[in-house]
């Protein structure tokens, strides 16, 4: 027969396990009104699924552009990335590109397709086989001279803009709107004839005859109500 002292030292022993098992459960899970309950895993953010980005997909398919779609997703403070996709291949390598907007993927990619590459072709005897940018996606507010403008969000908050910087040739060329925008002869007939193709296609486009925040890129965005061509 076992001894009190045995059977009160093992019945101890039994509710000490059990103790600790319920605390290692308790880790992973919630107490809600006397019940034990598994907290939800992480909801992933939602990849775009509007009938507007699935005709644009379409658009860049139909292209043969290589994408990536990228999860909706809101960050605050007025920045969000939704319907957006990353640009995995246009047909020229292209640095620097983060989010943006499908309409303007579609956009940008058609114009290095259709204006960049010709106009390299017509005006300097050379192909591009690079595009440099500054990038796409940014959390802040409008650039102007003086520096950002409190309150208005700029069109990168949104994946909806993109800043070009350069070009770089086969010939081993670089092209940059810093250095050659005010430069004479094919150099600067090749800027002016791709600026002015992007005025055909982005609703927003500024250079370096905009105002001093811009006397390095283009910048080019999908907002407005089109035809703002500086």
Known sequence: MIGWETAHRQGTIAMLVAMASLAACADHSVVRQGRVASRPPPRAAPLPSSQDFRMCAAR???AQVRYEALPNR???NGCTII???RLMDIGTPTANLGPMTCPLAST???W???????AARLYLQSEVVRIETFGTYACRDVRGTGGTIAGKRSEHARANAVDVSAFVLADGRRISVQNDWRAGGAVRRFLQAI???ACRRFPTVLSPDYNAAHHDHFHFDMGGRGGFCR
């Open 74 to 76: 809101d960050n605050g």
């Open 83 to 85: 319907d957006a996709v």
């Open 195 to 197: 600026h002015d193709s």
């Open 60 to 62: 860049l398919e139909t």
């Open 112 to 118: 290095a397709r259709y204006a960049v590459r010709p």
């Open 108 to 110: 940008f990619a058609a």
